[in-house]
């Protein structure tokens, strides 16, 4: 996980832009190759996209830039979009050469019984392929920012034997090291809608990594913000104060 987690503090500035099968082609993401290019000026130290995305723009990403591999999708024109399926497998993910999958867990929602043995299943495969795997684990809509119920939903993650955990900030430094605690493993915080206000976007990444965050994954507050790459270079100063860019981090 060494292009995942970096730096001296091995922290992940990771920007999803893998929103596409949920909200299709929306201004930000609409034009794949320079949304990307925009992101990685800014210090973006990994991206995860779907596996279309990035054949459009793998030629961009250069050596020391994780990429992350969405392998279940959930298609926003589906009557049934709820909850993610899978589409790609661990030998598809190793082929493409990637640093990790991702897989996205959204509890409340109906059918985590399948989700959750075909995530442990996903996760073997992985494993035994030398592929880490990062796990997006949601809490019930009703539910979503509670600490409490985040903590499980992240433990839950743990348990089947994740790597890293994707899942949101609760809002509060103190409750969120709990978290942490609860899954003793790399811990990224979720952007969620965009904010529509960059210092925002900064605090909440200042505040997550204070309570013990390895970083963060903002998608829509950064490619939905009026100068994306600014909004990426804040973040990284707020990751990474040591250093002004990724290369030196």
Known sequence: MQRLLV?????????PLDHGPWLGPVTG???PRQITSAVLAGGATALLVTPGFLRQVADLIPPQVGIVLRVSVSAGLSAEARQEIPVVTASTALRMDVDAVAVSIFFGRGGEPFLLQWFGQLIEQCHSLGLPVVAEMMPPPEQFYQPEQIAHAARIGMEVGADIIKTNYCGDIVAFRQVVAATALPVIVAGGPSSGNDDNTLEVAGDAVAAGAAGVAFGRRVWQAPHPEEVVAGLHRVL??????????
Request: hydrophobic share 40%.
């Open 240 to 249: 990474f104060p040591a250093s002004s860019t990724h290369a030196a981090a």
């Open 29 to 31: 993401i609409d034009r």
């Open 7 to 15: 730096g001296p503090h091995r922290r992940c500035l990771l920007v």
